[in-house]
């Protein structure tokens, strides 16, 4: 028999101590009996411990504190806490294994609060207004005041909107949003720096949060295809001007001066020379 010991409820800030322990309720001894345990994947160890260890027990024997740790939580919620598994092998040679109970749950409360700072374009010219979107959400079980700041770059200006806020965002998905425009002056790869978000709920659990950064370029806007000296510019010269003189080689030949009008006249006076034998 295998138990895990742990607090049904915690809040965020307060640190979960865990402690395991065991008996052999079976009527033979066991020997090298491996236990494994793991930690969810919102909390983490506060200090670095082993969760594997190998024990032997006889029967009717207890061990208390196989493992004992603390566990800081992450994020807010309702948890069910991975079982412990045991193994190990009968004296008729027979394998078997045991798990402590599955089912066990913990409640952490507190607020969690997610940040987010979009800008609405990539690319401006110098001049050009950009605009910036923050919006802070509580997504925990827990009110909490929230305090957002942001800062505008040097190389920018603010033209309109704030750029921070305090209000009151209440639990499970409550959020704000405030927008603002400014104006890129300088020319170059301007980083758009992260907002902070500080928070504080009635338990005086407190934090802060960021959001991502992001990054502009600021400058002469180019369209995609487009160029000053086109890389064919050349060959599309010479085609033309091949073009050209295959055009003129062919009129020269088609249109000889004199040529046309030549055998016009010889005609005339060969049909004049027929009449006159013929009526003198």
């Not at 040679?93 to 599955?102: F, V």
């Amino acid at each position: 028999m295998i138990s895990k010991n742990v607090l049904k409820e915690r809040h965020m800030g307060e640190t979960i101590p865990v402690s395991v322990n065991g008996r052999n309720a079976g009527l033979c001894d066991i020997d090298d009996i491996v236990l494994k345990d793991s930690v969810l994947s919102n909390m983490h160890l506060q200090d670095d411990t082993t969760l594997e260890k190998t024990v032997s027990l006889e029967s009717g024997e207890k061990v208390e504190d196989v493992f004992k740790y603390t566990l800081i939580p992450e994020k807010p919620g309702e948890f069910t806490l991975p079982a412990i598994v045991a193994t190990f092998t009968l004296p008729n040679g027979e394998s078997g294994n045991a798990t402590s109970n599955t089912s066990q749950k913990i409640t952490i409360y507190g607020p969690y609060i997610e940040l987010t700072k979009t800008i609405d374009k990539q690319q401006v010219a110098t001049g050009d207004k950009l605009t910036v979107t923050i919006t802070a959400k509580n997504t925990g079980n827990v009110d909490a005041s929230v305090t957002v700041s942001d800062t505008v770059p040097s190389e920018a200006k603010l033209i309109s909107g704030e750029t921070s806020f305090k209000q009151v965002l209440k639990s499970n998905g409550d959020s704000k949003t405030i927008t603002y425009i400014m104006q890129m002056n300088k020319e170059g790869e301007i980083e758009i720096p992260a907002c902070k978000a500080s928070f504080q709920d009635l338990d005086k659990y407190s934090g802060e949060v960021y959001s991502e950064t992001s990054t502009v370029n600021v400058g002469t806007i180019t369209l995609e295809g487009s160029s000053s000296q086109p890389e064919d510019s050349t060959d599309s010269n010479q085609e033309k001007n091949e073009s050209t003189d295959q055009t003129s080689t062919d009129s020269t030949e088609e249109d000889t001066p004199g040529f046309g009008f030549s055998l016009a006249m010889a005609g005339l006076l060969m049909g004049s020379g027929l009449i006159k034998k013929k009526y003198f």
